[in-house]
Structure formats: structure tokens, C-alpha cells
């Protein structure tokens, strides 16, 4: 059976994406048969961070509306072997996502994959509220920030009450808190809230913190998810941080402000 | 640079100000939801209160609920106020 992962976080541009695709693929490198799902109908992205969008014919939607089987939407990545990607619609609107459609699409993938990551739109509404429905673990993506923080907030809220493992009183979803875009200079200055802060804020344990990284860009750029850029360090914190979700202990890295020496700052070390 | 972290010192870093501003907007969030769960109470009471007039004439105000919060534990405590002896033999005469 597989596991669900949602990864969500009510405000946008915080790296939901980013995080869905490196995820995904980190689980598919470490041997796991894994699909990552784009739940934002009509504003899809997610095939562009995992450089498939020229293959994209048939999406979810087609799938849950019986224009298109799975297997003909169901894109194999090329770099990492056990991945596929299901795109979203680009044409239609998030009522599309019907409950009946999407449990019907996920319990189809769960006989074939280990994994299954939601990757949720921006806000609360019903494409988030769908990725979200039958998750069994959710990445709360947060950055180290008052609006992303709350947001956040909000979504635990929703994950703790509107879920299937809610209502039907079973065992609740699993939180993880991931921060992204995270300067440990700026908290070492007191200008950003530490991993401590937002851990304690939101009182959920921290699965992993990616540091602010020009990497990250890059590698949207050339659609190609940060962590296959292992020599990174955003690419490095997110392969830990799937280690960490497959029950490895690794402690966390790039989250200590390294004090610059005088030579290195003289000499851009 | 130095120097300047004498003025800075006087005021707080602004993460320990977003912190504190997080908290308390958290803890209200967490509270109106805890909150939500009970949205049953009013009707609750109106019910109770229906069902114990077929028995003893009471008061609008005999039935009393309220929820106590002690960590993970909620406690329900009904008080029912049944009225004093005296008027309960009037109203049986």
C-alpha cells in the first residue's frame, strides 16, 4: 500500500514545488517507486521544475474524467528511474477535482507505486483541500517568516480536521515542518526567525531546513530538481531530509552561520 | 562596526518581534479551533434543558455548561439548578 505525502503550505512562492519535485525524486533515487501529482489545475508548474513539459499530452484531469488512462498520462521521468509525474490541467478550473475522481486516481496509483507526493496549490481552496484529503503525511513548507508562518498555521488547522484520517478518526496525518530559504547569517543577526522559533511556533517536529541558494534558481531554470545537484547545498539538504523521512538519523547541515576570517572575506572564500 | 550594536542592543531583533507577534496570533488561531469542535454547546443545552421540563419545572437559566481545558483533556461540566422544595410542592399541589 502506498504512503500519500502532501506537500503544502497555504502561501504561495514559498517552494512547494520545488520541494515536491526534489522529494520525489530523492525517494525515486533511494529505490522507491514514486509518482508526484500536480494538484494546480490550471496553473500547472510542476512539470516545468521536473523539465517534462514538452511530454505532457493527457493530465489529471483527463484521468479522472475517463478521456485518458493512466498509463497514457503518466510521464517517466528520464534521469531517475522509478518516477513518474501526473501533470495538471492547464485549461480547466480546481472544480474539476472531484472527491470521487481523485480517490479513484489514487487508489489506482497506490497499487503500483510506494510513494504518491501531492504537491498542493497556494491557498486553501479546493485543489489544496484535495491534495490534502488523503494524505497520511503532510510537508508543511514554511519560510522563516510572519506571513508563511501563519499561513502554515492555518493549514495544520485544515490537515486536523477536514482530512479523511480526520473524519474517520484514524491515527492523524504526520506533520513535518520543512524551511526553506533559510539564511542562517540573517538569523545569526537577529533578522530572521531561527528553526527553533518557527519549530516552537508551530509545534511540529523539523524533518529539514534548505538553505537560501542561488542553486535553487539554476536549477528551476534548467527544470531539473535541486537535489540531483548533489554537490549543492540545497540539493544536499534535501537528500538528508528523505533520508530522515526513511527513518535514517542525519543531523542537520547548513543551518550554523559560518563566521567569514578575515582572508575569506578578503578574498570571496 | 561594533559601535552601533550599542544602539542596537537597546531594541529587540525584529525575529524576536515577528516570535512574539506569531504567538500570540497562533495561540488565538489554535484557540478559535479547539473552539470549533463545541459549536454544538448552545443547542446542546437548549435540548437538555427541553428534556428535564418534562420532569421538573426549571428556570430558563438551570442548566448550565461549560468546558474546562487542562492540556490535551477537556472536561464537560452540566450544573442543573432544580428549584428549592418549597415552590417544587406548590407547583405539585
Same mark, same amino acid.
Given at each position: 500500500?502506498?504512503?500519500?505525502?502532501?506537500?503544502?503550505?497555504?502561501?504561495?512562492?514559498?517552494?512547494?514545488?520545488?520541494?515536491?519535485?526534489?522529494?520525489?525524486?530523492?525517494?525515486?533515487?533511494?529505490?522507491?517507486?514514486?509518482?508526484?501529482?500536480?494538484?494546480?489545475?490550471?496553473?500547472?508548474?510542476?512539470?516545468?521544475?521536473?523539465?517534462?513539459?514538452?511530454?505532457?499530452?493527457?493530465?489529471?484531469?483527463?484521468?479522472?474524467?475517463?478521456?485518458?488512462?493512466?498509463?497514457?498520462?503518466?510521464?517517466?521521468?528520464?534521469?531517475?528511474?522509478?518516477?513518474?509525474?501526473?501533470?495538471?490541467?492547464?485549461?480547466?478550473?480546481?472544480?474539476?477535482?472531484?472527491?470521487?475522481?481523485?480517490?479513484?486516481?489514487?487508489?489506482?496509483?497506490?497499487?503500483?507505486?510506494?510513494?504518491?507526493?501531492?504537491?498542493?496549490?497556494?491557498?486553501?481552496?479546493?485543489?489544496?483541500?484535495?491534495?490534502?484529503?488523503?494524505?497520511?503525511?503532510?510537508?508543511?513548507?514554511?519560510?522563516?517568516?510572519?506571513?508563511?508562518?501563519?499561513?502554515?498555521?492555518?493549514?495544520?488547522?485544515?490537515?486536523?480536521?477536514?482530512?479523511?484520517?480526520?473524519?474517520?478518526?484514524?491515527?492523524?496525518?504526520?506533520?513535518?515542518?520543512?524551511?526553506?530559504?533559510?539564511?542562517?547569517?540573517?538569523?545569526?543577526?537577529?533578522?530572521?526567525?531561527?528553526?527553533?522559533?518557527?519549530?516552537?511556533?508551530?509545534?511540529? #517536529?523539523?524533518?529539514?531546513?534548505? #538553505?537560501?541558494?542561488?542553486?535553487?534558481?539554476?536549477?528551476?531554470?534548467?527544470?531539473?530538481?535541486?537535489?540531483?545537484?548533489?554537490?549543492?547545498?540545497?540539493?544536499?539538504?534535501?537528500?538528508?531530509?528523505?533520508?530522515?523521512?526513511?527513518?535514517?538519523?542525519?543531523?542537520?547541515?547548513?543551518?550554523?552561520?559560518?563566521?567569514?576570517?578575515?582572508?575569506?572575506?578578503?578574498?570571496?572564500? | 562596526?561594533?559601535?552601533?550594536?550599542?544602539?542596537?542592543?537597546?531594541?529587540?531583533?525584529?525575529?524576536?518581534?515577528?516570535?512574539?507577534?506569531?504567538?500570540?496570533?497562533?495561540?488565538?488561531?489554535?484557540?478559535?479551533?479547539?473552539?470549533?469542535?463545541?459549536?454544538?454547546?448552545?443547542?446542546?443545552?437548549?435540548?437538555?434543558?427541553?428534556?428535564?421540563?418534562?420532569?421538573?419545572?426549571?428556570?430558563?437559566?438551570?442548566?448550565?455548561?461549560?468546558?474546562?481545558?487542562?492540556?490535551?483533556?477537556?472536561?464537560?461540566?452540566?450544573?442543573?439548578?432544580?428549584?428549592?422544595?418549597?415552590?417544587?410542592?406548590?407547583?405539585?399541589?
Amino acid at each position: 500500500m502506498a504512503r500519500i505525502i502532501v506537500v503544502t503550505s497555504g502561501k504561495g512562492g514559498v517552494g512547494k514545488t520545488t520541494t515536491s519535485a526534489s522529494f520525489a525524486s530523492g525517494l525515486a533515487l533511494k529505490g522507491h517507486k514514486t509518482v508526484v501529482i500536480d494538484f494546480d489545475v490550471g496553473l500547472r508548474n510542476l512539470d516545468l521544475i521536473m523539465g517534462c513539459e514538452r511530454r505532457v499530452v493527457f493530465d489529471f484531469v483527463n484521468v479522472i474524467n475517463g478521456e485518458a488512462n493512466l498509463r497514457q498520462a503518466l510521464i517517466k521521468d528520464k534521469r531517475v528511474e522509478n518516477l513518474s509525474i501526473l501533470a495538471a490541467s492547464q485549461t480547466r478550473d480546481k472544480e474539476a477535482l472531484t472527491e470521487e475522481g481523485v480517490k479513484r486516481v489514487l487508489d489506482e496509483l497506490a497499487a503500483d507505486y510506494d510513494y504518491i507526493v501531492c504537491d498542493s496549490p497556494a491557498g486553501i481552496e479546493r485543489g489544496a483541500l484535495m491534495a490534502m484529503r488523503f494524505a497520511d503525511d503532510a510537508l508543511i513548507v514554511t519560510n522563516p517568516e510572519v506571513s508563511s508562518v501563519r499561513d502554515s498555521d492555518r493549514v495544520l488547522g485544515i490537515l486536523a480536521s477536514r482530512t479523511r484520517r480526520a473524519e474517520s478518526g484514524e491515527e492523524p496525518v504526520r506533520e513535518h515542518l520543512v524551511v526553506t530559504r533559510y539564511a542562517p547569517g540573517r538569523v545569526h543577526q537577529g533578522e530572521m526567525l531561527s528553526l527553533e522559533d518557527v519549530a516552537e511556533i508551530l509545534a511540529i #517536529p523539523l524533518l529539514g531546513a534548505v #538553505p537560501e541558494s542561488e542553486t535553487v534558481l539554476q536549477s528551476s531554470n534548467a527544470g531539473v530538481p535541486v537535489v540531483l545537484e548533489r554537490d549543492s547545498e540545497a540539493g544536499a539538504a534535501y537528500a538528508d531530509m528523505v533520508g530522515r523521512y526513511l527513518g535514517e538519523e542525519l543531523p542537520h547541515r547548513f543551518i550554523d552561520y559560518q563566521k567569514k576570517g578575515f582572508f575569506s572575506r578578503l578574498f570571496g572564500g | 562596526m561594533g559601535w552601533l550594536n550599542i544602539f542596537r542592543s537597546n531594541s529587540k531583533s525584529s525575529a524576536s518581534v515577528a516570535k512574539e507577534r506569531l504567538q500570540v496570533i497562533v495561540a488565538h488561531q489554535r484557540g478559535s479551533r479547539a473552539g470549533a469542535d463545541l459549536e454544538y454547546l448552545p443547542s446542546l443545552q437548549r435540548d437538555l434543558l427541553e428534556v428535564i421540563r418534562r420532569y421538573v419545572k426549571v428556570n430558563d437559566d438551570a442548566v448550565k455548561l461549560e468546558v474546562e481545558r487542562d492540556g490535551d483533556m477537556e472536561v464537560l461540566e452540566l450544573n442543573i439548578t432544580l428549584p428549592d422544595r418549597s415552590s417544587r410542592a406548590q407547583h405539585a399541589s
